[in-house]
Antibody
Framework: EVQLVESGGGLVQTGGSQRLSCAAS????????MSWVRQAPGKGLEWVAN????????YYVDSVKGRFTISRDDAKNSLYLQVNSLRAEDTAVYYC????????????WGQGTMVTVSS | EIVLTQFPGTLSLSPGERATLSCRAS???????LAWYQQKPGQAPRLLIY???SRATGIPDRFSGSASGTDFTLTISRLEPEDFAVYYC???????????FGPGTKLDIK
C-alpha cells in the first residue's frame, strides 16, 4: 500500500526539541521530493520544508530557518524533521507529504503527528 | 513572493447546489503549478485538482478547475453531503522550491 506514516509528535516545552519521522512505503522513495506541511489548531495549511529526491538540497519557510532541519534516510525510506528552539506558534499537526513534480502538487499525505509546545 | 487569496472565506450551500470557490494569485503564476486540496475535519488534505484543471486520480467529475490569468476557480457541479469540507489552493511561493497555500474556503451545509 502506498502510504506515509508520521510519528514522533508530543508535548514539548518552549525552547525544546523534537524529531519527527515519516515512514514511506509502497513507492520508490528516492524518486520524490518530500515535504513537511503543518497546520496550527483551527488554522490553514503552511508549507514548512522540502528536501530534494537525492537529499542534495533543502528549503524552508522563513519562520523556521535555523531552527528546523529536514533530512531523509533512503535506506530506511524515511523522512525526518528535527525541530529545535520550539515556540508556542510551532504548535501544530505536522504532515509529511510527497511532492509530485510531474503534476506540480502534493499527491500523497500522511495522517499527521501533533506537536504541542507549552511553557 | 506569490500570495494566494481565497474567497469567500465561508460558503453555505445545500446538497445538490453548485459551488464556486475562488483563488487569486498576487502576481502572474504558472497554471501548471496550481493545485486544489480538500480537507475534512480530523483528516489529512487530499489532492483534488492539479495543473489548475486536471482531476487527480479517483476524484469525481463533479469537481472541475479553471484558470483565467491570476484567477483560479474550483467548481463542484452538484454538491454531495461528503463535499462539505475546507478547500485550499496551492502554488509555489517565492521560488519553485518553496510552496504556499491559500487561507482556505470552508464549504458549509446550509
Amino acid at each position: 500500500e502506498v502510504q506515509l506514516v508520521e510519528s514522533g509528535g508530543g508535548l514539548v516545552q518552549t525552547g525544546g526539541s523534537q524529531r519527527l519521522s515519516c515512514a514511506a512505503s509502497g513507492f520508490t522513495f528516492t524518486n520524490y521530493w518530500m515535504s513537511w506541511v503543518r497546520q496550527a489548531p483551527g488554522k490553514g495549511l503552511e508549507w514548512v520544508a522540502n528536501i530534494k529526491h537525492d537529499g542534495s538540497g533543502s528549503y524552508y519557510v522563513d519562520s523556521v530557518k535555523g531552527r528546523f532541519t529536514i533530512s531523509r534516510d533512503d535506506a530506511k525510506n524515511s523522512l525526518y524533521l528535527q525541530v529545535n528552539s520550539l515556540r508556542a506558534e510551532d504548535t501544530a499537526v505536522y504532515y509529511c507529504a510527497r511532492y509530485q513534480w510531474s503534476v506540480g502538487a502534493f499527491d500523497l499525505w500522511g495522517q499527521g503527528t501533533m506537536v504541542t509546545v507549552s511553557s | 513572493e506569490i500570495v494566494l487569496t481565497q474567497f469567500p472565506g465561508t460558503l453555505s450551500l445545500s446538497p445538490g447546489e453548485r459551488a464556486t470557490l475562488s483563488c487569486r494569485a498576487s502576481q502572474s503564476v504558472i497554471s501548471s503549478y496550481l493545485a486544489w486540496y480538500q480537507q475534512k475535519p480530523g483528516q489529512a488534505p487530499r489532492l483534488l485538482i492539479y495543473g489548475a484543471s486536471s482531476r487527480a486520480t479517483g476524484i469525481p467529475d463533479r469537481f472541475s478547475g479553471s484558470a483565467s490569468g491570476t484567477d483560479f476557480t474550483l467548481t463542484i457541479s452538484r454538491l454531495e453531503p461528503e463535499d462539505f469540507a475546507v478547500y485550499y489552493c496551492q502554488h509555489y511561493g517565492s521560488s519553485p522550491w518553496e510552496f504556499t497555500f491559500g487561507p482556505g474556503t470552508k464549504l458549509d451545509i446550509k
